[in-house]
């Protein structure tokens, strides 16, 4: 604690610390089958919890600490802490950890990161080994890295090229999830106007299962959900006077995911395709300096495809959409 008193008195910082609460109409990402199953009490063994909505309460910090070590190029290292929880499910409270650091160099910029995310709730399956009616959660611990190469091509004009490795180590009863991923991207910031701008965004994504080695015989019984992944973003930024200094954004994401395993025993993932779209529209209001209020809804849909499995659809389609509104305070 005292080397964080000294640095910040000794070296330029700013901050930012946000308090949001966000309403979930589908926390698990269930099908619509699957909500039907669980408000009728069908099997309700599967469904250990409460409700599969919620509300939750956020709490993000922010702190950037930046000098210059190499002549006039600024550095700046920053932690980022968020904590997710839950007003019924308490189970899926979750904290995520960001250290990092970036590095000017005039025109460039580079930026790499650490990311760990402990513990996170993703549903309930049922037990490996266990009993027909034994369900558990499965959770995962997320570690990623993360680097980023940016470019200002022109005064309007940032490119960037990123790339992100991850792995997911799930618990010892779903293990054979374990994974890990490697993504590589592109991106462009344009200054449209001087109140008006757009960012886009491509990313390749390929991840590969431990579960996939396992699948040495055809008729393995064993998940396999190894992908490839294709996935595009778009953003618009625009800002007006509407009462108070207001920024409204609008986005649209989408992504192709192509599942790779070639074990046609595995019915949920072999020949299988997801198509996810994203919505979200957000608006942030200046209330005064140092001060913001910020609102956002987000609807996503997956919508799956199988060559052998006619009615995936009812398993893992979804819909969900989030409503969430939060005070931001900075410096």
Same mark, same amino acid.
Request: charged share 20%; net charge neutral; glycine share 6%.
């Given at each position: 604690?005292?080397?964080?008193?000294?640095?910040?008195?000794?070296?330029?910082?700013?901050?930012?610390?946000?308090?949001?609460?966000?309403?979930?109409? !589908?926390?698990?990402?269930?099908?619509?089958?699957?909500?039907?199953?669980?408000? !009728?009490?069908?099997?309700?063994?599967?469904?250990?919890?409460?409700?599969?909505?919620?509300?939750?309460?956020?709490?993000?910090?922010?702190?950037?600490?930046?000098?210059?070590?190499?002549?006039?190029?600024?550095?700046?290292?920053?932690?980022?802490?968020?904590?997710?929880?839950?007003?019924?499910?308490?189970?899926?409270?979750?904290?995520?950890?960001?250290?990092?650091?970036?590095?000017?160099?005039?025109?460039?910029?580079?930026? &790499?990161?650490?990311?760990?995310?402990?513990?996170?709730?993703? @549903?309930?399956? @049922?037990?490996?080994?266990?009993?027909?009616?034994?369900?558990?959660?499965?959770?995962?611990?997320?570690?990623?890295?993360?680097?980023?190469?940016?470019?200002?091509?022109?005064?309007?004009?940032?490119?960037?090229?990123?790339?992100?490795?991850?792995?997911?180590?799930?618990?010892?009863?779903?293990?054979?999830?374990?994974?890990?991923?490697?993504?590589?991207?592109?991106?462009?910031?344009?200054?449209?106007?001087?109140?008006?701008?757009? =960012?886009?965004?491509?990313?390749?994504?390929?991840?590969?299962?431990?579960?996939?080695?396992?699948?040495?015989?055809?008729?393995?019984?064993?998940?396999?959900?190894?992908?490839?992944?294709?996935?595009?973003?778009?953003?618009?930024?625009?800002?007006?006077?509407?009462?108070?200094?207001?920024?409204?954004?609008?986005?649209?994401?989408?992504?192709?995911?192509?599942?790779?395993? =070639?074990? &046609?025993?595995?019915?949920?993932?072999?020949?299988?395709?997801?198509?996810?779209?994203?919505? =979200?529209?957000?608006?942030?209001?200046?209330?005064?300096?140092?001060?913001?209020? !910020?609102?956002?809804?987000?609807?996503?849909? @997956?919508?799956?495809? &199988?060559?052998?499995?006619?009615?995936?659809?009812?398993?893992?389609?979804?819909?969900?959409?989030?409503?969430?509104?939060?005070?931001?305070?900075?410096?």
């Amino acid at each position: 604690m005292n080397i964080v008193i000294i640095l910040v008195a000794l070296w330029d910082y700013s901050y930012s610390v946000t308090a949001r609460v966000t309403y979930d109409n !589908n926390i698990f990402a269930y099908s619509q089958e699957y909500i039907d199953d669980f408000m !009728n009490h069908v099997r309700p063994y599967r469904f250990p919890f409460e409700t599969h909505d919620d509300l939750i309460t956020s709490g993000n910090m922010h702190l950037y600490l930046r000098n210059k070590f190499f002549g006039n190029k600024t550095t700046t290292f920053h932690v980022d802490v968020l904590v997710h929880h839950y007003l019924i499910n308490h189970q899926k409270d979750y904290q995520r950890i960001d250290v990092g650091i970036r590095q000017s160099f005039g025109a460039y910029a580079v930026r &790499s990161e650490y990311q760990i995310i402990p513990r996170y709730l993703i @549903r309930y399956y @049922r037990k490996t080994g266990g009993s027909r009616t034994e369900y558990i959660g499965c959770e995962v611990a997320y570690h990623t890295i993360y680097g980023k190469v940016s470019w200002r091509a022109l005064p309007h004009i940032e490119l960037d090229v990123r790339y992100r490795r991850r792995w997911e180590n799930f618990i010892s009863e779903f293990d054979m999830y374990d994974a890990n991923s490697h993504t590589l991207g592109i991106g462009a910031h344009i200054t449209l106007k001087k109140r008006l701008a757009l =960012s886009l965004g491509y990313d390749y994504r390929t991840s590969q299962t431990d579960s996939a080695a396992l699948l040495s015989a055809p008729d393995e019984d064993t998940p396999d959900g190894s992908y490839n992944q294709h996935a595009v973003q778009g953003r618009l930024t625009y800002q007006l006077k509407f009462f108070l200094p207001t920024t409204l954004d609008l986005g649209y994401d989408y992504t192709f995911r192509d599942f790779t395993t =070639s074990a &046609s025993t595995d019915s949920l993932h072999f020949s299988r395709q997801d198509h996810l779209h994203k919505f =979200s529209i957000a608006t942030q209001l200046k209330i005064f300096v140092g001060m913001s209020f !910020n609102i956002s809804y987000t609807f996503q849909l @997956r919508n799956a495809t &199988s060559e052998i499995l006619s009615g995936i659809d009812r398993i893992k389609d979804y819909n969900k959409y989030r409503f969430s509104a939060g005070l931001n305070f900075y410096h």
